[in-house]
Every structure is written in C-alpha cells, then in structure tokens.
C-alpha cells in the first residue's frame, strides 16, 4: 500500500525558479527519503531526514519535516533543466524491517 | 564503486510464459530489494533479503513470483506464470546496513517487462 502522497502530481517551472513537491503520510516514520527518477533510469537517493529532524539542506535541495502534521517538503531552488524528472517520497515506519514505502511522486518538468 | 548491476534491460514476453531477472548488488551491501514499479506509481516493495534469509516478502504474489538470493551475494527474481498485469519496470536495490533502521538505498536501473 501507498504511504506518501505527493502535491502536486505535476509541475512545469522555468528554469531559475524554485520547485516546491510536498508529501503527506499516514503513519509514524522513522525517517523520510527523497528521490529522483529520471526518463528511463533508476531512482537515485537525494535526502534523508529522520523523525526528530525538521530541515536539511544538499547543495540545492531543502527538506523539511512536520511530524505533527506528518508531512514534508522538497526545494529546489534555481532550477535547471537538467532537474527534470519525478521526484518521489518514501518513509520507513517507526517499526518495520526499514523498508521504503514510496508515494506516486510528482513529475518536474524544467523548461529552458 | 560499482553501482547495482540489472539484467536484462528490458523483457517482452507472452502472457503464461516465464521470466527470470537478476540483480547483482554493490559489494559488501547486506540488504536486497526487489521493488516492482507499474507506469505512474511509485515502486512497491516485494521482498527484501538480508544476506540470504528472507525479511518481507508480504507483498510477494507467491502464487506466481520466487526470488533468491543464494550466497548473500546476487538474487534472481522469477514469475511463472506472467500475467498481463505484471508489465512493469523491476527494480532491484542495495543498502550496507541490516535495513532495519531504513538506511539509503542504492538502485539499479531497472527491467522493463512487457508481457503481451
């Protein structure tokens, strides 16, 4: 079963402009991952942030985390073109065997 | 190093044949996944291996899917027979840890499967 649901479903920015991806999610987590999958490749890990974090940042990316209100929020700030792709959540629950359960993603395109 | 290696690519069969994937993970990587991702969705987990021993495979079709992982090392993935409804990417992934505290997973590039 889906655990994260992604806002929006799509998104279509120029490139320089920031992209915002939310996640909402049902149970308690662990910890909550994002990744990208691009046209025709393997999903690659950007970020983990764990349960008793509420912001990381890699390079570009911001993360932040709302347990209480058990969501999330992905940033991309200047965007390029070469961002294009599917962003998708994933959450390891307080007590499982740590298995990811990923939401539908939203799909970024960056426009030139 | 090296990453998650997949094979085949990609797979078209007939619906009732047999398929077979194989997944090779980064070396000294505990866990294997195999997650099955339909067009537009998210991947689902099927099984999960720590070393050679099973942890989930909740969400394994058992009537039709068996997956190995013989020596801890590399895993095949088998459906037998394939349904119309199995055409998906399958993705295989790899983490250091035990894979209980939800560590980052490291994933190959996947086998399309069409299934006519």
């Known amino acids: 079963s889906q655990q994260g649901e992604e806002d929006p479903q799509a998104l279509s920015i120029q490139e320089g402009e920031n992209a915002t991806m939310n996640c909402s999610y049902k149970?308690?987590?662990?910890?909550l991952q994002w990744y990208r999958q691009n046209s025709g490749r393997g999903l690659v890990h950007l970020i983990l942030?764990?349960?008793?974090?509420r912001e990381k940042h890699s390079g570009r990316l911001r993360v932040t985390l709302d347990t209480s209100k058990k969501s999330s929020s992905l940033l991309i700030t200047a965007s390029r073109a070469a961002d294009t792709a599917s962003y998708f959540c994933a959450t390891v629950r307080s007590s499982n065997t740590g298995k990811l359960i990923f939401g539908q993603g939203t799909t970024l395109q960056v426009k030139p | 190093e090296a990453g998650v290696a997949q094979s085949p690519r990609y797979k078209i069969i007939e619906k009732r044949q047999s398929v077979a994937f194989w997944c090779n993970p980064i070396s000294g990587h505990a866990t294997l996944y195999w997650y099955q991702q339909i067009l537009g969705q998210g991947p689902k987990l099927l099984i999960q291996f720590q070393n050679n021993g099973v942890v989930d495979d909740s969400q394994l079709p058992k009537d039709r899917f068996s997956a190995e992982r013989l020596k801890g090392v590399d895993s095949t993935l088998k459906i037998q027979p394939a349904k119309l409804e199995d055409s998906a990417v399958y993705l295989c992934?790899?983490?250091?840890?035990?894979?209980?505290?939800?560590?980052?997973?490291?994933f190959g590039p996947g086998t399309r499967l069409t299934v006519l």
């Open positions: 149970t308690s987590i662990n910890n």
């Open positions: 992934a790899s983490s250091k840890d035990s894979g209980v505290s939800g560590d980052t997973q490291y």
């Open positions: 942030i764990r349960s008793n974090e």
